[in-house]
């Protein structure tokens, strides 16, 4: 069974840095993507960025280049997103997502088929 | 980049078909597949819908997707209403770049 467990929820203050995890299991974590997606309070779906396991190529967006970091260790299967220097901006819930990969074409199409079940990161002085 | 717009909101009576539009700001509908995630309360999304029209297994066949190049939108499409199908759906394409872009969201109301 496919599973993304993310690390436990963290109540930070302004300044400081998180590393946050997302660990994959039931499949082959260097073959997919795994992505990061934002949900601040009440609000909708951001992309943040993605990685590739197997040789760590990242894509970020826009939005959130220099704020933050996509990193993946795949001796573990877990991938990871950390910040420097918080903000209460941050103040969310951070979710990992895997792209689909039909394994048996080597096709990857671009959309999201597992999601974890999401790390709430509060950060307040 | 584009962005996508959706209603921020659609209500309809159980038993009957509600259709949320997800309608691209620039660039064609139909240049990159289209994906729709339903979100319930306090839950993860899942997807429900991807590639245009496709859906996975398990989804029943009351959910539905299409484009439509004329008006440069993506739609999804449930019909018979159920009270589980109350929750927030969001549309999703890419660029070429492998930068993915979620639409704005629709919140689904069952009365």
């Known amino acids: 069974e496919v599973q993304l467990v993310q690390s436990g929820a963290e109540v930070k203050k302004p300044g400081e840095s998180l590393k946050i995890s997302c660990k994959g299991s039931?499949?082959?974590?260097?073959?997919?993507?795994i992505g990061w997606v934002r949900q601040m309070p009440g609000k909708g779906l951001e992309w943040m960025g993605i990685i590739y396991p197997g040789d760590s190529d990242t894509r970020y967006s826009p939005s959130f280049q220099g704020q933050v970091t996509i990193s993946a260790d795949k001796s573990i299967s877990t991938a990871y997103l950390q910040w420097s220097s918080l903000k209460a901006s941050d103040t969310a819930m951070y979710y990992c997502v895997r792209r689909y990969y039909d394994i048996l074409t080597g096709y990857y199409p671009y959309y999201f088929d597992y999601w974890g079940q999401g790390t709430l990161v509060t950060v307040s002085s | 980049n584009f962005m996508l717009t959706q209603p921020h909101s659609v209500s309809e009576s159980p038993g009957k078909t509600v259709t949320i539009s997800c309608t691209r700001s620039s660039g064609s509908i139909a240049s990159n597949y289209v994906q729709w995630y339903q979100q319930r309360p306090g839950s993860s999304p899942t997807t429900v819908i991807y590639?245009?029209?496709?859906?996975p297994s398990g989804v029943p066949d009351r959910f539905s997707g299409s484009i439509d190049s004329s008006s440069n939108s993506a739609s999804l499409t449930i019909s018979g209403l159920k009270t589980e199908d109350e929750a927030d759906y969001y549309c999703q394409s890419y660029d070429s770049s492998n930068v993915y872009v979620f639409g704005t969201g629709t919140k689904v109301t069952v009365l």
């Open positions: 590639e245009d029209n496709q859906r």
């Open positions: 039931g499949y082959s974590f260097t073959s997919y993507w």
